[in-house]
């Protein structure tokens, strides 16, 4: 199947009820990401303009605690997964539990399909434990 039909098909299928705050949102397998969802709720929604600042609400328990290099990850994607501008910040070793807000810069281009995803990163394990995509249009 063809990746733009494979996407649109998944874009239909995303649910329409929320364990996240903000609507429209998958899991990270279309970006070929296996990995448990995490909750956030951010604003503003739309996103504002380049250069603006969105905060971003983390709340999610972890199957594995976190090293001692462990990020989350917020970026901005087109659909392909390529990334258009992230912002990163460190968590702290050894937690479980994330429970913050943060602050993710909107970069200087977007593309007009794109998805806004956040994503816990470990660069000791070199894997990502948790993703969601929010899928928008500009
Ligand atoms: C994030 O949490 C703060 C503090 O609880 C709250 O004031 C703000 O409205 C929340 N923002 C979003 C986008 O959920
Ligand atoms: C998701 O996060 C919100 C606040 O950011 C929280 O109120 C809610 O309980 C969380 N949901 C889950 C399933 O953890």
Not at 4 to 11: E, K
Not at 17 to 24: A, D, E, L, S
Request: charged share 10%.
């Amino acid at each position: 199947m063809n990746g733009n039909l494979i996407f649109v098909t998944i874009f239909l299928l995303i649910l329409p009820f929320m364990v996240n705050g903000n609507f429209r949102w998958s899991t990270c397998s279309i970006n070929d990401v296996d990995a448990d969802i995490i909750n956030v709720s951010w604003g503003p929604d739309p996103v504002g303009a380049k250069g603006t600042i969105l905060q971003a609400n983390v709340s999610q328990t972890l199957t594995n605690p976190t090293t001692a290099i462990a990020v989350i990850i917020f970026s901005f994607n087109d659909v392909y997964g390529r990334i258009a501008g992230d912002t990163m910040h460190p968590l702290q070793p050894g937690i479980t539990n994330i429970e913050g807000t943060y602050n993710v810069i909107v970069p200087d281009f977007i593309p007009n399909s794109f998805t806004f995803s956040a994503m816990i990163y470990d660069f000791e394990l070199e894997v990502i434990s948790n993703c969601v995509l929010f899928h928008r249009f500009r």
